[in-house]
């Protein structure tokens, strides 16, 4: 009886050991095995789209199931506003987010993939016919620009306080107010901007300035330090420099010109 005595308790401790290491691995796999990826439509790096599986299309899904098939990992994308995606960054509940420009902020709750993929353009638009009107920075002054919330474009621009600047959720919006004259310049990046003024039928109504600024954003993959994703960061980087190196990025670009 002594002996069963012992041994009961023993057993209990071993079956909870077993236990552990049979549900641990799995935890681990699931984590290393999906990535939540979030972002907002973005044309045309992230174009929404309710035909395709991931709701989008576009130069960054492209690049998305790229990595996912070269590392073996699901990307699982969500459409969130943009101030909304990078606070979930911020706070770990997603994993990745991609076309982010580098910010010494951002750098503090997200981890950069050292490779800048792409870069866009920082351009101001007026209304047809008043392009000529802003021909050199110093001419911003005393107009009304719009611009788009959380996002980065070039100093001194970001950081001008002089500038009378009015902030909205998205480029469409942007073009929409232009177009109907309730503010006198926006700023955007291209090839976004141009793409969307296409697409919305504004070529006839808006036009790019005779100033525009030379700086150019670069583009980059970041995962949330907070994620255990994190792990992982040196073997995307080095999946998307494969793919940059084999020519393949190009072509995914290449594709929405």
């Avoid at 001008?160 to 998205?170: A, E, L, P």
């Amino acid at each position: 009886m002594i002996f069963k005595l012992q041994l009961r308790p023993f057993s209990l401790l071993l079956r909870l050991t077993l236990l552990l290491i049979f549900i641990s691995p799995s935890r681990s796999y699931s984590q290393n095995t999906r990535i939540i990826m979030v972002t907002e439509n973005w044309p045309p790096f992230r174009i929404s789209d309710d035909s395709s599986p991931y709701g989008f299309r576009g130069i960054d899904i492209d690049i998305a199931i790229k990595l996912s098939e070269a590392l073996g990992i699901n990307i699982e994308i969500q459409q969130h506003p943009w101030a909304r995606a990078l606070e979930q960054i911020r706070s770990g509940q997603a994993d990745m987010i991609t076309g982010v420009a580098l910010t010494k902020e951002r750098e503090g709750f997200m981890y950069y993939i050292s490779i800048n993929y792409c870069s866009v353009q920082p351009v101001f638009y007026t209304r047809k016919g008043k392009g000529s009107l802003i021909r050199s920075y110093n001419n911003l002054y005393g107009t009304s620009v719009g611009y788009s919330i959380n996002s980065v474009y070039f100093e001194p621009f970001d950081s001008d306080s002089k500038i009378k600047k009015t902030g909205f959720s998205s480029e469409d919006q942007l073009l929409q107010v232009l177009s109907l004259g309730r503010i006198d310049v926006i700023i955007g990046t291209d090839p976004n901007i141009s793409y969307e003024i296409g697409r919305l039928g504004y070529r006839d109504v808006l036009e790019p300035t005779a100033y525009q600024p030379s700086e150019k954003t670069e583009l980059f993959i970041a995962i949330s330090r907070k994620s255990p994703s994190i792990s992982r960061a040196k073997e995307i980087e080095q999946a998307l420099r494969s793919l940059m190196d084999d020519g393949v990025i190009d072509k995914i670009i290449s594709r929405y010109r």
